[in-house]
């Protein structure tokens, strides 16, 4: 019997119910919470491992959080709280302790003209990612996709998620989403549907567009060309977004795919075969 199954039988009559996908998780999942309970909603909290996740309605009583594990997410336990405040009473809680498991992640050497290695510490780099950043960590509370996510562009996968980087043998950053190399020109589409959240041409991104999926979870298409959207455009799931570019820091013609949840940076790649 598992400990999750032990502590869940443990608990007393009528308390919350909360569950997590997957389990075990693995660095650079995103775990799908469910909370059950027939409460009003704003009654009804979630904490993971201490941040407080908002609590989207899926159904009567049922409720979702969406939490993102990072490719430096440490194995070993995350641990979720759902309570719901009462009257006169202490507040209900249900406790749920999620494994994570080690992943290894493969080291990859790039090779870059000097010219383009320089562009992170060049001008306007450091503003961009902070815009970046905030744009990709924004909540809005609509459900805009729906099922499983699409590639972005037609290619081979030439860059898997998570790998930490050396650039001209200097240590860099893990990489932060999933290449599909594709040629320049080529159309890029929307990985679901979505709000264009930015739309622009960056130092390091290149061309760039943002699409809030809603409820905290972001695609980010980095190293476009041409862009055929706006802020504020409404798209559809593979949807025409822009055109293959090779722009901004970049080895080569590909589209740079990251996924983002609540501002964290997970694999998309398992979103291509189950949606959140
Ligand atoms: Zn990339």
Do not use: C
């Amino acid at each position: 019997m598992t400990a999750a199954l032990l502590l869940a039988l443990a608990l007393p009559a009528g308390a919350l119910g909360l569950r997590a996908e997957p389990s075990p998780a693995r660095p650079g999942d995103l775990l799908v919470v469910t909370v059950e309970d027939d409460g009003p909603a704003e009654r009804l909290s979630l904490t993971a491992a201490g941040r407080v996740l908002p609590l989207f309605a899926t159904g009567p009583g049922r409720y979702r959080a969406l939490l993102g594990l990072t490719a430096e997410s440490p194995p070993g336990p995350v641990s979720l709280v759902a309570a719901k405040t009462r009257r006169w009473r202490r507040p209900l809680e249900s406790v749920l302790s999620v494994p994570v498991e080690a992943r290894p992640f493969k080291p990859q050497k790039l090779t870059m003209a000097p010219e383009k290695a320089s562009l992170p510490s060049g001008p306007g780099a450091r503003d961009a990612v902070a815009r970046i950043r905030a744009v990709a960590a924004v909540d809005t509370p609509e459900q805009r996709w729906d099922g499983p996510f699409a590639l972005p562009a037609e290619g081979r996968l030439s860059g898997p998620y998570g790998n930490p980087r050396t650039v001209n043998d200097k240590p860099w950053a893990w990489h932060k989403g999933l290449d599909v190399a594709a040629p320049v020109g080529s159309t890029v589409t929307a990985p679901a549907a979505g709000v264009v959240a930015l739309a622009g041409t960056y130092p390091v991104q290149g061309g760039t567009v943002v699409i809030d999926h809603g409820q905290g979870l972001m695609s980010a298409l980095f190293h476009l060309g041409e862009l055929s959207v706006k802020n504020g455009d409404e798209v559809s799931k593979s949807s025409p977004v822009a055109r293959v570019g090779g722009s901004g820091f970049s080895t080569g013609a590909h589209v740079h795919w990251g996924v983002y949840v609540h501002g964290a940076a997970v694999d998309p790649e398992p979103l291509l075969r189950r949606g959140p």
